[in-house]
């Protein structure tokens, strides 16, 4: 589905005006209270232990992709592991993990492709790709080397948007977004900021990593044809913040964008990292698909929730 420039800009004010009539009567206190709570209740709360089976490398033909956590996922082929944006500890500035990542040690210690977004600390985060091999290769922004230079992996690849990359069987192609790229609290150099599309095994799957909702999602639909999008759905309270974030309305509006099959939501149920309450983005979004007829799981086109440690395999279709 290819969107024209007029009618992109159209589709995002539709967005804007369905979000205004979604937020009219919630007041900012009511927000920062909202948000105050959760931050404070996650402070003194636990994490949640999550079992994630091993993932096997796929035979030819197939792909898996996992669901860690936040932004993390896993896509394993038959020819390497990729792991997207990891983040793997259990607090963030102090705030604890609702559930662990949802990562088996054997398949982390197999990861032999690592996917940065951009260089916010819950994305590109020191002390888990500490816990990486230093053999994997690692994909990054523009800018963004001397971040991770010092942390002892082989080969490091800054890739700009519209560039490619070929690591064992897969190809990584670095796609615009729309997000900031400076890392914050003390370093606030410019830096790139980019999603993925990865081609392996016949299938094409989209990264977002981070971004709000831009005309850019129908010519990365109409170039590359991803069969599955994954698509970050939290951080959109207060409505400022969408400028870089996707509500579960906006993912679903990319969605159609991509021309995807299978949308993956990613980067809820982690952290309080935004406004809305935590379990908040996963309910909206449940009941677009159920409205949208997009949660039947034998749909050709589909809304796949996967739980923190969850796969879903997929096989190339004649």
Known sequence: MMVAPTAAAERARELDFEHR??????????????????????LGAGTTPVRASPVARPAPGAASITFVGHATTMITTPGVRILTDPLLENSFYGLRRAKAAGIARTDLADVGLV????AHRDHLSHA?????????????????????????????????????????????????VRHSGT??????????ACG???????LSAYVAGDTGYFSGFAEIGRRFRPDVALLPIAGYEPASFREEHLSPLDALYAFED?????????SYG?????????????????????????ARPDAERRV???????????????
Request: hydrophobic share 45%.
């Open 258 to 266: 991509l021309g995807a099959r299978i949308l993956i939501p990613t």
């Open 196 to 202: 993925y599309v990865i081609r392996a095994a016949g």
């Open 115 to 118: 996917l940065i977004t951009h």
């Open 128 to 176: 888990s790709l500490a816990r990486i091999s230093r053999k994997a290769v690692l994909i990054v922004p523009p800018h963004c080397t001397r971040l991770v230079q010092g942390l002892g992996f082989t080969e490091i690849i800054e890739l700009d948007p519209g560039r490619s990359q070929i690591v064992a069987d897969v190809e990584v192609t670095a796609v615009p």
């Open 304 to 318: 796949a929730v996967l739980a923190h440690g969850e796969t879903v395999h997929f096989r190339v279709r004649a």
């Open 270 to 294: 982690s952290f309080p990292l935004s406004y809305e309450r935590l379990d908040a983005p996963l309910a909206w979004l449940r009941r677009l698909a159920r409205e949208r007829n997009l």
């Open 183 to 192: 890392r914050g609290f003390g370093d606030y150099v410019r830096r790139g």
């Open 21 to 42: 009539k979604r937020e009219r009567g919630v007041w900012p206190f009511v927000l920062s209270m909202r948000y105050l709570t959760t931050a404070l209740g996650r």
